[in-house]
């Protein structure tokens, strides 16, 4: 520790040193350490050079030896002063030792801890394991399979599906705009005679991409429709309804029914409920032979109902559930609402189908 300071005039006369008083009204300009070096010398030219720290040697009161030591001065020009202290580096040495030993020995106590701590852990999972019945593992293990294979064959049969609509739709339409446009471009350079059929090749090229551009967007849209997102469930499907009734020419109808005290449904009961909409809309067109839908979103305070009736055909739910390809729709929304807690309940028989799904707002919140 520093606790003192020294005063040395710029001719080297001792005026103060509390440490070694001795020394004081001595001059010591000339005097040597062990290596030659001139001492006071070399701390007045450090402190008349604006100050500074200083390594030197210097004689240890309390033992009598000589010993490196480091020292900061500077000079008070106004009176003649040179004004130092310093600190023994053995002494620093000393108390780094100190420090160290300690965090050694606390860094040894902690890791005594944590090991004693992890080995705790590991001896309570070693036990949980044991105690953990073998055939219930095996059964969940059964279910997660089975549920990661129905996520892995949706997958594939969505990106089937897109691939196909991409290849059919919007491929083909394409190439037959370019063709009609490069048809148009050749005419022109062979002259203007034909100016009006090249016209009509290039407007013919122009309503083809117009197509390709409302068969784009109608992708898009099956896939993540932005009212969903913007304006909500109830907007998204009566868009739905109505696009797919003037594409089907089926009279699809859609009513909402919303009680007092509703607000505003979670995004995942959003995003289920219109999946599920889509999948059973799309199996009435292209398989019920109905000629009449209806879609009823009834919102409570408590739950959520969407119903989907048709008058088509019918069909036989449990087979169609058992079977691996013609099932997959089913089982999906199933899944659907087994992740939400919510329950599907189909009704089908010849001229009238119902499939309602309900979801529990409380559970899906």
């Not at 202290?85 to 944590?114: C, F, H, K, P």
């Not at 219930?136 to 279910?143: G, L, M, N």
């Not at 990106?159 to 063709?179: F, P, T, Y």
């Not at 809309?281 to 989907?308: E, F, K, M, P, Y």
Request: hydrophobic content about 45%; some cysteine.
């Amino acid at each position: 520790m520093v606790d003192y300071f020294f005063v040395y005039d710029l001719h080297g006369n001792s005026l103060m040193h509390p440490r070694e008083p001795e020394r004081v009204g001595h001059n010591f300009w000339s005097m040597r350490d062990p290596q030659g070096a001139l001492t006071i010398q070399k701390l007045i030219g450090a402190a008349s050079h604006g100050g500074g720290y200083v390594r030197y040697a210097w004689q240890r009161p309390s033992t009598g030896r000589v010993a490196p030591k480091l020292g900061y001065v500077v000079a008070l020009e106004r009176w003649g002063w040179m004004v130092g202290t310093g600190i023994y580096l053995d002494d620093v040495d000393t108390a780094l030792q100190r420090i160290d030993a300690r965090a050694s020995a606390n860094i040894e106590r902690t890791m005594s801890w944590l090991t004693a701590i992890a080995l705790t852990g590991a001896a309570a999972i070693a036990v949980c394991a044991l105690v953990l019945n073998v055939s219930e593992s095996r059964s969940a293990d059964a279910k997660l399979k089975l549920l990661a294979q129905r996520v892995v064959e949706s997958q594939e049969q969505e990106r089937a599906r897109l691939s196909r609509e991409l290849h059919d739709g919007i491929s083909q339409m394409m190439v037959s705009a370019k063709l009609m446009l490069e048809s148009a471009l050749a005419r022109f350079e062979r002259g203007t005679s034909r100016v009006p059929e090249a016209e009509q090749a290039l407007v013919s090229g122009v309503g083809r991409l117009g197509e390709t551009l409302r068969e784009v967007r109608r992708i898009s849209h099956a896939l993540r429709p932005s009212m969903l997102d913007d304006l909500g469930l109830a907007a998204a499907l009566e868009q739905l309804v109505r696009e797919l009734g003037a594409e089907s020419g089926i009279d699809i109808g859609y009513t909402q029914v919303a009680h007092s005290g509703t607000r505003p449904l979670p995004e995942a009961v959003n995003t289920a409920l219109f999946r599920i909409a889509q999948e059973a809309l799309s199996n009435i067109v292209h398989h019920a032979q109905a000629s009449r839908a209806a879609v009823t979103l009834d919102i409570g305070a408590q739950s959520v109902t969407l119903t989907i009736a048709d008058n088509g055909c019918g069909f036989d739910a449990e087979r169609s559930q058992a079977d691996a390809r013609r099932g997959i729709g089913l089982r999906n929304m199933r899944e659907r609402l087994d992740a939400l807690g919510g329950m599907l309940t189909i009704t089908s028989q010849v001229g009238h189908t119902i499939v309602a799904a309900r979801v529990p707002l409380r559970s899906a919140a």
